[in-house]
């Protein structure tokens, strides 16, 4: 082998050694699962679709109520939390219900082995289960964090979808020292693995890059179906004054994971007839 070469290698391996923490030495490989904890049956397209074709606006389907698993690296990460509480049960009927905490045991994780739970945003059914996972490290956007722990309950705030109990819960894992507040946007927060804003479904909503071979992107309700991104739809906003930067966002998604095929929407079936599923469980990657 030539002098130059064996250097190159040499150099190679003494980079890897000292630079630990690069995306070149140190990023895991993850895998990722989708679980479904209950499905919520005949929902208007059109009240989750802004601008739904008028073929599809009256249509009805059946939404998959999701969290989302993700394991490398010695973190076992759930994308979202899910709800439990008897209010929303009653006032959203569900079909096929299972305690989140009770879904992740179908992927084969405790719930006590969830090592940190990230929530894209704080509807209820999205953080509506933190209290669930005993031992996990919540992470949340900052922004979001301010404003449902305070200006959205004061006069002229916006708490639509936002259950208070879910709030106290929220300051109680605070106040124990268990909350991660993510400073805004395209920030690392572990190796591979980055939240991104923008696309304004709450207040501060995020989503997340899971980097890798290939990459993905879990939007949660910031795309809520195949059909936002397909067709360049906004989800639900915040205002609507927000629609153009939740569709601006949709189109980074599909640039960061390489394609629309390597999303996972919020509320959307298909991603268990992508990708293979065993119950309630789609294996993604």
């Keep these: 082998m030539p002098n130059r070469s064996r250097r190159s290698l040499l150099?190679?391996?003494?980079?890897?050694l000292l630079a630990a923490t690069s995306a070149l030495c140190s990023t895991p490989e993850y895998f990722i699962q989708a679980i479904r904890y209950a499905t919520s049956p005949g929902?208007?397209?059109?009240?989750?679709?802004?601008?739904?074709?008028?073929?599809?606006?009256?249509?009805?389907?059946?939404?998959?109520?999701?969290?989302?698993?993700?394991?490398?690296?010695?973190?076992?990460?759930?994308?979202?939390?899910?709800?439990?509480?008897?209010t929303y049960l009653k006032e959203f009927p569900m079909k096929d219900f299972l305690r989140p905490d009770e879904a992740v045991k179908t992927a084969g994780v405790q719930?006590?082995?969830?090592?940190?739970?990230?929530?894209?945003?704080?509807?209820?059914?999205?953080?509506?289960?933190?209290?669930?996972?005993?031992?996990a490290q919540i992470w949340i956007q900052k922004a979001e964090y301010n404003y449902y722990t305070g200006a959205a309950w004061e006069k002229g705030g916006d708490?639509?979808?936002?259950?208070?109990?879910?709030?106290?819960?929220?300051?109680?894992l605070n106040a124990e020292g268990r909350v991660h507040l993510v400073d805004?946007?395209?920030?690392?927060?572990?190796?591979?693995?980055?939240?991104y804003t923008g696309a304004r479904h709450t207040y501060a909503s995020q989503y997340l890059?899971?980097?890798?071979?290939?990459?993905?992107?879990?939007?949660?309700?910031?795309?809520?179906?195949?059909?936002?991104?397909?067709?360049?739809?906004?989800?639900?906003?915040?205002?609507d004054a927000d629609h153009p930067a939740n569709i601006a966002n949709q189109a980074r998604m599909i640039k960061?994971?390489?394609?629309?095929?390597?999303?996972?929407?919020?509320?959307d079936m298909l991603q268990f007839q992508k990708f293979p599923?065993?119950?309630?469980?789609?294996?993604?990657?």
């Design 11 to 16: 150099l190679t391996a003494i980079f890897c």
């Design 43 to 86: 929902v208007k397209v059109s009240d989750l679709v802004v601008g739904a074709p008028s073929d599809m606006g009256n249509k009805k389907l059946d939404l998959a109520m999701v969290v989302w698993l993700v394991r490398g690296g010695g973190h076992t990460i759930l994308f979202d939390s899910g709800f439990h509480r008897d």
């Design 111 to 135: 719930p006590a082995d969830v090592t940190d739970v990230v929530i894209s945003h704080a509807h209820w059914d999205h953080m509506g289960g933190i209290d669930l996972f005993p031992t």
């Design 159 to 172: 708490n639509g979808g936002i259950d208070p109990e879910d709030v106290r819960q929220l300051k109680k």
């Design 184 to 195: 805004g946007d395209n920030v690392e927060i572990f190796p591979g693995i980055r939240a």
């Design 209 to 239: 890059l899971i980097e890798g071979h290939p990459n993905y992107v879990l939007a949660s309700d910031n795309a809520y179906f195949y059909l936002n991104l397909q067709q360049h739809l906004a989800s639900a906003t915040f205002s």
């Design 256 to 267: 960061l994971a390489g394609s629309a095929d390597r999303i996972l929407p919020g509320h």
């Design 277 to 285: 599923t065993t119950g309630r469980v789609a294996k993604v990657k």
